[in-house]
Structures are given as structure tokens and as C-alpha cells.
């Protein structure tokens, strides 16, 4: 998950909370519109600058995608800040209780509260487009333009935003319902605890274009992960176009749980290079670190919860509570995430050998499925240089390369990283 996908979602939600404003109607949406329409002419001002660039011949075409790259990047994180600024400083997350219909929802709220942000993010892919028309890297036209936008939108926030909003609506059909608000919050809570291992693989079945892999390759997999004992899992293709290098698995209860690996990756990576991403991910589900994850954030909410209780009636104190929840999540998640990932890494290497006997074309040796595991994460942030650097939920490539050789080592002493869970 993206940092800033996150922080897209919860900064805009959490401004939902905020005093009622009396501010007018209409200057609200005005302002707003005006800022967003401003902020979004801005993106494609510097994605033309940088395109005239290339085309005067004043800058190498690689070293101005990396600059566009970075800009829009920047755009993006400072569009936050003017989100919030349409939200809270103009007041249009803080007037949806004055508007009819809307009033009533929590699902038609959280459209407008996260309106600002969305449309701002999708300048900055706009543009990047606009970017690609303008150098003759891709077609032009309507038809071409949207298509592209659609690709990034159902490739970027909507996997995360969808099942928010779906929740959301849930709620808000429960609330229809003459019960009371004991057993309408133990309904809710109930919908919320199902729809993540549940509902989730499900609807990403849906969002993300997906095939059925070719059934050599479809056995061999079933094979691996079979050995690997993550067997009851659905496996697909991934289709990106031939341009991401991609595997993950979605959702953790068996038979729901899908794994979905990209067209490049199943195409371009030798077998016991991607035997080793696959065990990878085999290892996120033998060691359970989705629930970890996901219950190592609840201290975060506990605290905010507590900060907003001690600040009693004070105005500032539900802003206060979310924004020690979200600093405190985004902590405590990062721990957590750095570790399960060398955990993985690890334990990937561990099962490579356990297995080797029984698959075909799987490293027989720790040492080996570390050297096949490192040159698979070299191979796939190759052309993207930025990828394998440390963000968020990853360490760097260069991080995990160290620390698996270093653990692979003969008589390497266990750590914190490689005891964070036991194996099913």
C-alpha cells in the first residue's frame, strides 16, 4: 500500500469530523472548484515545461521522466495540504451536515470529503499522459486519454478507496433499519470483521484485470505453492501490459485468498527466480503477517481514542485523536511491515530448501534461493530506480539483499525478524 493512497484516505475522512461550518454554500464549492481546477492546470503547466524541454533538446529524455516523475510526485503529497485546505479552511468537509440528502450518508460524505484529493491526483496522471502525447510515446485522442486514466485509476487508489466506500454504504443501509444502536454497531462490526478476509479478495478479483495463467506454468505454481503448504490459493495473471514487474496476495482465509502475479513477471523471470517471489509470498501466509499487520495498528486507534476522551468537549479533540492515530499507525505499521518483509525473505529461503526435492527448478539451498531471491528483486527495480529504495511498507532492495545473505549465512543466529511469527 502506497503512503500516500493511505494518507489520501484517512486525512480526507478524518476532516469529515470537524465542526459544522456556517460558511455560504456556494463560496465553499466556488473556492474549492477554483483551487482544484487551479492546482490541476499547475500539474500540466510543468508536465508541457518538462516535455519542451525534451524537445528543444535541453534535456536527455530519461533524465526528464525522472524529473516529471519527481514533480508529480510532489504534486500529489502537496495536494494533501490543499485538499485540506478545501476542506477545512474553505469549510467543505465541514458543511455536509447543512446539505440535504447528504446529511444522512456517510457514503455520499465521503465522496465529497474525498472529492478534492481524487481529482487532484488524477491531474497529476492527466498530465503525465499529456506528457507521453506531447513526446509521441503514446496515442493521442479522447478515447486514448481516458483509457489511460482508467488504467491508473483502477491501479492506484481505487483498490484501497472501494472497499472504504462499500463499507460505508453498508452502514449506511444498516442505519435504515429500525434497530437498536447495540445491535446496529454489533451488524456493523460484524461486516467490517467479515469484509476484509472475506469480502476483499473478492472485490479485487473484480478491480484488477486478471486472466487465467497458461497451464504449464498454472501447474508448476500449484506445485510450488502446494509444497510450500499455501496451497488453496488462487493463482492469476496479473495483466499490466507488459509493464509491471508485480506479486501479491490478497486476502489470508483459505480457499478466498488470490495471489496475483503480472504478466512480465510470468514472461521475463527465469523459473527459479520467480519460484522465490512466489515463496515469498507463500511466506506472508504461513507466517500470518496480514492479521499482524492489521492487529498491530490497534494500539494506534486505542491511544487516539484515549487522547480524544482525555480532551474531552475541547473542539480540537477529535482532530487531535485522528491525528495521533494516523502518526501512530503510520509508525507502528512501518515497523511491522519492515519486519515481515525480511521475515518473509527469509522464511522463502527456508521453504526453497524444504521443497527443492519435490518442485522442479527451486533452489535447493538457503543459499542459493537467497542468491535467486536477490537477483529476482535486482531484476525487477532495474529500470525504476526509485523502487528499490526504501519506502513505506518496504525496505530498500539493497536492505533486504544484505540482510537475506546475511541470515542465509551458515550458523546465522536468529533475530526479531526471522522469529516474528510461528509457521502454521
Avoid at 519542451?52 to 516529471?68: K, S, T
Avoid at 495483466?239 to 483459505?254: D, K, L, P, Y
Amino acid at each position: 500500500m502506497p503512503l500516500y493512497y493511505f494518507l489520501l484516505l484517512i486525512v480526507s475522512l478524518s476532516c469529515g469530523s470537524l465542526p459544522t461550518s456556517d460558511a455560504p454554500l456556494d463560496r465553499v464549492l466556488l473556492a474549492s472548484v477554483a483551487m482544484v481546477t487551479a492546482w490541476s492546470l499547475l500539474c500540466h503547466v510543468a508536465a508541457r515545461v518538462v516535455a519542451n524541454q525534451v524537445l528543444a533538446g535541453e534535456c536527455e529524455p530519461f533524465a526528464a521522466a525522472r524529473l516529471l516523475e519527481r514533480q508529480l510526485e510532489l504534486f500529489r503529497f502537496l495536494g494533501l495540504g490543499v485538499a485540506v485546505l478545501c476542506l477545512v479552511g474553505f469549510g467543505l468537509g465541514r458543511i455536509l451536515d447543512r446539505i440535504p440528502i447528504v446529511a444522512n450518508s456517510m457514503l455520499l460524505q465521503s465522496f465529497i470529503l474525498l472529492a478534492p484529493a481524487t481529482l487532484m491526483t488524477v491531474a497529476t496522471w492527466s498530465a503525465e499522459h499529456r506528457y507521453g502525447v506531447r513526446l509521441q510515446y503514446v496515442d493521442a485522442g479522447l478515447r486514448a486519454h481516458l483509457k489511460s486514466l482508467r488504467t491508473a485509476i483502477r491501479g492506484g487508489a481505487l483498490w484501497l478507496m472501494t472497499p472504504v466506500l462499500i463499507l460505508l454504504g453498508c452502514a449506511d443501509l444498516v442505519s435504515m433499519i429500525p434497530l437498536s444502536d447495540t445491535v446496529s454497531q454489533l451488524v456493523i462490526a460484524s461486516i467490517v470483521i467479515g469484509g476484509v478476509p472475506i469480502g476483499m479478495p473478492l472485490l479485487m478479483r473484480y478491480l484488477f484485470k486478471t486472466c487465467a495463467i497458461d497451464e504449464r506454468d498454472r501447474d508448476w505454481i500449484r506445485s510450488l505453492l502446494g509444497a510450500s503448504g499455501a496451497c488453496r490459493t488462487r493463482v492469476v495473471c496479473w495483466q499490466t501490459g507488459n509493464t509491471a514487474f508485480n506479486a501479491m496476495v490478497v486476502g489470508f482465509v483459505a480457499p478466498l485468498r488470490t495471489m496475483l502475479l503480472s504478466d512480465r513477471l510470468l514472461a521475463e523471470l527465469p523459473r527459479d527466480q520467480l519460484a522465490m517471489v512466489i515463496l515469498h509470498e507463500a511466506a506472508h501466509l504461513r507466517r500470518r503477517h496480514m492479521p499482524l499487520r492489521m492487529l498491530g495498528v490497534l494500539p494506534a486507534w486505542v491511544a487516539a481514542a484515549m487522547v480524544t476522551q482525555i480532551a474531552g468537549d475541547a473542539a480540537w479533540a477529535i482532530p487531535l485523536g485522528t491525528t495521533t492515530g494516523i502518526l501512530l499507525t503510520l509508525l507502528l505499521l512501518k515497523s511491522l511491515a519492515y519486519r515481515t518483509e525480511h521475515d518473509a525473505d527469509v522464511f522463502a529461503c527456508r521453504l526453497a530448501a524444504e521443497i527443492s526435492s519435490k518442485v522442479q527448478q527451486v533452489p535447493g539451498t538457503e543459499r542459493l534461493a537467497a542468491e535467486s531471491l536477490a537477483l529476482a528483486l535486482e531484476r525487477v527495480t532495474r529500470e525504476h530506480a526509485s523502487s528499490s529504495q526504501p519506502t513505506w511498507l518496504h525496505p530498500g532492495v539493497d536492505q533486504r539483499i544484505a540482510f537475506l545473505r546475511e541470515r542465509t549465512q551458515p550458523n546465522a543466529k536468529p533475530t526479531a525478524a526471522t522469529t516474528i511469527a510461528n509457521p502454521a
